[in-house]
Every structure is written in structure tokens, then in C-alpha cells.
């Protein structure tokens, strides 16, 4: 077993149990699917099970106000979006293509971010981002679809891209609400 005793090793830790968590969740989204359960119930359930596992492990840390809910009301509207679209676009793309093309986000953070508090990224970032934007390139257009499995493979691409929009969208409205509480 592992000892957590400092911080970069229970940093790792729970940065890999965050990478299997978000990884699993594109296959029973799939299984989902398959067995044509609805949208809303599979991400109303993912989020009630989520606040409830918050809510027991932070519950003498949260304090509700004004600026709270607000930044929560957007967040959340923001990441039941990007979830919503994510699962809706497996009924075109695979689960592979939908997590690739999910981590796109990746790339919109500091374009996002740039425009809305006009603060140019650092060189490196954009190293960064252009990287990993070659990677999703090479990882997905240098193959063939599998027609007869995903006729509209293309649309569920876009889709999942829209929810990485999303996705991106959340995450710099976590760090305004973070820096401005």
C-alpha cells in the first residue's frame, strides 16, 4: 500500500486515481448508452453522487454566500453542459474519440483565459497547447472511421469538442471564483 505521508506523493496518488476515475467514466457512459439510458438521469445521478461524496469529506469547509452561489450556479450549469454533450455525442463517436477529442480542453483554457482577463499565456503554454492539439490530430485523423459502426462519427467529434468548450469554460470560472472569494 501506499503511504501518503507527504504531499507530492498523496499529490500523485490522487492524481492518478482522478486520471482511472475520469478514464472509467467514458466506458459506462457507453454502457449507458447502450442500454439507452437518458441523459439527464445518468449526469443528475453522477452529480447528486459527486456533491454527496463532497459534501461528507469537506462538510466543516463549506460556506454558502452570494458569490459562492453565483460562481457554483454558472460552474455548474457549465459542467451539466460539457457533461451533457459529452454523453450525447456517444451516440455518434466511439469512447476513444470521445475522450481524446474531451481533452481538448486542454487547449481552450488558456485561450479562454487569455480573452477573458487579457493575460497572454507564457511561450510555454503554447508550446503546450500546440502539442497536444498535434497529438489529438495524429490520434484521430490518421484513421478511418468505422463507417458501418459510426456513420456520423464527424458529428459526435464536434459535439465533444463543444463540450470541452464547456468543460474549459468551467475551469476558468472555478479559478475567478477561487481568486476573487
Known amino acids: 500500500m501506499v503511504k501518503?505521508?507527504?504531499?507530492?506523493?498523496?499529490?500523485?496518488?490522487?492524481?492518478?486515481?482522478?486520471?482511472v476515475i475520469w478514464g472509467v467514466g467514458f466506458v459506462f457512459n457507453n454502457m449507458a448508452i447502450q442500454a439507452s439510458a437518458p441523459t439527464g438521469l445518468v449526469n443528475a445521478s453522477r452529480f447528486v453522487l459527486a456533491s454527496l461524496l463532497l459534501a461528507l469529506i469537506f462538510n466543516k469547509n463549506i460556506r454558502i454566500?452570494?458569490?459562492?452561489?453565483?460562481?457554483?450556479?454558472?460552474?455548474?450549469?457549465?459542467?451539466?453542459?460539457?457533461?451533457?454533450?459529452?454523453?450525447y455525442a456517444l451516440n455518434f463517436t466511439t469512447p476513444a474519440n470521445n475522450s481524446f477529442f474531451t481533452s481538448i480542453y486542454v487547449a481552450f483554457v488558456p485561450a479562454l483565459y487569455w480573452i477573458v482577463a487579457k493575460k497572454r499565456p507564457h511561450w510555454t503554454v503554447l508550446v503546450g497547447v500546440a502539442i497536444a492539439i498535434?497529438?489529438?490530430?495524429?490520434?484521430?485523423?490518421?484513421?478511418?472511421?468505422?463507417?458501418?459502426?459510426?456513420?456520423?462519427?464527424?458529428?459526435?467529434?464536434?459535439?465533444?469538442?463543444?463540450?470541452?468548450?464547456?468543460?474549459?469554460?468551467?475551469?476558468?470560472?472555478?479559478?475567478?471564483?477561487?481568486?476573487?472569494?
Open 134 to 181: 498535434a497529438g489529438l490530430a495524429i490520434l484521430n485523423f490518421g484513421t478511418s472511421p468505422d463507417v458501418a459502426h459510426k456513420p456520423n462519427e464527424w458529428i459526435g467529434n464536434l459535439m465533444t469538442i463543444g463540450s470541452a468548450v464547456f468543460f474549459a469554460v468551467q475551469i476558468v470560472l472555478t479559478d475567478y471564483a477561487l481568486k476573487s472569494a
Open 4 to 19: 501518503l505521508n507527504n504531499k507530492k506523493t498523496s499529490s500523485y496518488f490522487l492524481l492518478s486515481l482522478t486520471t
Open 65 to 87: 454566500s452570494k458569490h459562492n452561489l453565483v460562481y457554483g450556479l454558472f460552474g455548474g450549469l457549465s459542467l451539466a453542459a460539457a457533461f451533457c454533450l459529452q454523453y
